[in-house]
């Protein structure tokens, strides 16, 4: 069983920025790809950004050039650094993982992310 644990998130104001940490435990594994999603209010949960076991990361188009996924491979840690904050990215963030099945690669679904971390709310205000 992996844990997820989030923290960092808060309140900015548009063009700020914040970075979120999640930190795995339990059952882990460093070659295990982790993710970030988010929630916002009335909306379904969406994936913002991946990255897998060698490294290499997928970013939303929305976050493209402002948000950046890193890992800590040795801590089972994975960060999102949250740059040019807008009113659009409050929401709710989630941290997740796929089983070991995956062998460290991203799913392109978000149902094959089995384990989720309670989620860490991000507020961006004008």
């Known amino acids: 069983q992996v844990k997820l644990m989030e923290s960092g998130g808060g309140s900015v104001e548009t063009g700020g920025s914040l970075r979120l940490t999640c930190v795995a435990s339990?059952?882990?594994?460093?070659?295990?790809?982790m993710a970030w999603f988010r929630q916002a209010p009335g909306k379904e949960r969406e994936e913002v950004a991946t990255i897998n076991a060698n490294l290499r990361t997928r970013h939303a188009e929305s976050v493209k050039g402002r948000f950046a996924i890193s890992r800590d491979g040795a801590d089972n840690t994975v960060y999102l650094q949250m740059n040019n904050l807008k009113l659009e990215d409050t929401a709710m963030y989630y941290c997740?993982?796929?089983?070991?099945?995956?062998?460290?690669?991203?799913?392109?679904?978000?149902?094959?992310?089995?384990?989720w971390g309670q989620g860490i709310q991000v507020t961006v205000s004008s």
């Open positions: 339990g059952s882990t594994d460093s070659r295990f790809c």
């Open positions: 997740a993982a796929p089983t070991s099945e995956w062998a460290g690669r991203c799913p392109q679904f978000q149902s094959n992310f089995n384990y």
